[in-house]
């Protein structure tokens, strides 16, 4: 049964909302390794580090700019995205170019988005720097947010909640660009509180619901499935990067498994995968009888695939009537 979130009118104040009452709460756990090894952040502790990237760019007046978020998945990305709603600044998720990769798809967002500031970890700044020459890309601020608690103590208690309503712009969605230049989408705080309810709704969310996801948070299906909705309905989610998904993906079924987790999903061609690569001996370890709501889409799904699915991980505890087929665009929000 849905339980639904007292009535907010931006993401700030559900933040807020949710660490002032359960300050203590374990909201976000992100599997380093993809397996065994996790750090987490209550919601007290997402709060703090929220208020200290926003103080950060509130002393630089930046209230209005558009920040490019370059990250790994993690949550220091969701420190981030929310520092940046904090702080009034419109947060721009962009997947963090690889290891020699060009930063051409970066510089096209960041003259469409009129991007001022980079948000970034220390260990990505030396490959966007290297590639900022080579590109004749620049923005005014880059900004690390992973080691901004050592170098601005206390920064934190300068911040100051910003005005803002249901009509404020929260982020840009970019589109994949497999079709043409990259296209933003104006995602206000009401668009994301209204999406999230509805979420909440058809897939029969609650506090008691856990959440399992490898999606990449800079794509609207693990950004507001994954991080956004966990929070609007105040249950714990347990994250991994999509890579350690894609090298084995065992790891998904695992962590549900351990977990217990209520709700997971991805692309079709996870649940192919999962068909292609776990072998019978492995699947005797998985108990996916708590799963309740596999979601699928961002790509066609297939029939065949699915009923091989339920049939090969029934002997799991899967349940067919989990699926939850789903279909969602950046332009709707999800």
């Given at each position: 049964m849905s339980t639904k979130s007292p009535s907010f009118s931006t993401v700030v104040d559900l933040m807020q909302y949710r660490s002032n009452h359960q300050p203590s709460?374990?909201?976000?756990t992100f599997l380093t390794d993809g397996e065994s090894q996790e750090i987490s952040l209550t919601y007290q502790e997402l709060d703090t580090k929220a208020r200290l990237i926003?103080?950060?760019?509130?002393?630089l007046n930046l209230k209005g700019e558009r920040a490019l978020l370059l990250y790994p998945p993690g949550l220091e990305?969701?420190?981030a995205f929310l520092g940046c709603l904090y702080a009034a600044v419109v947060a721009v998720p962009i997947y963090p170019p690889r290891k020699g990769q060009n930063l051409l798809r970066?510089?096209?967002?960041?003259?469409?988005?009129?991007a001022q500031i980079i948000l970034t970890t220390q260990s990505l700044l030396n490959n966007i720097k290297s590639h900022q020459k080579q590109n004749s890309f620049s923005l005014r601020y880059t900004i690390t947010t992973d080691n901004l608690a050592e170098i601005s103590q206390n920064l934190e208690k300068d911040w100051k909640k910003p005005d803002i309503n249901n009509d404020s712009l929260a982020f840009l969605q970019y589109t994949s660009g497999s079709t043409g230049n990259p296209k933003g989408v104006m995602v206000s705080h009401g668009n994301l509180l209204n999406n999230s309810a509805l979420i909440n709704q058809s897939f029969g969310?609650?506090?008691q619901s856990k959440g399992m996801i490898w999606l990449p948070p800079y794509h609207d299906m693990g950004l507001i499935g994954g991080v956004i909705q966990p929070l609007y309905s105040g249950f714990p989610v347990v994250l991994m990067a999509p890579v350690m998904f894609v090298q084995k993906p065992l790891r998904w079924l695992s962590a549900i498994s351990r977990y217990k987790a209520t709700t997971s999903g991805g692309p079709n061609f996870a649940y192919e995968a999962c068909l292609q690569k776990i072998t019978p001996e492995q699947r005797e370890s998985l108990d996916l009888s708590s799963w309740e709501v596999a979601f699928c889409g961002a790509e066609p799904i297939r029939d065949r695939t699915l009923d091989k699915f339920a049939e090969v991980f029934g002997e799991c505890g899967f349940r067919k009537e989990a699926f939850l087929p789903c279909y969602g665009l950046a332009e709707a929000t999800l």
């Open positions: 709460f374990k909201g976000y926003a103080a950060r760019l509130q002393s990305f969701i420190a970066v510089k096209s967002i960041a003259k469409d988005a009129e969310h609650s506090p």
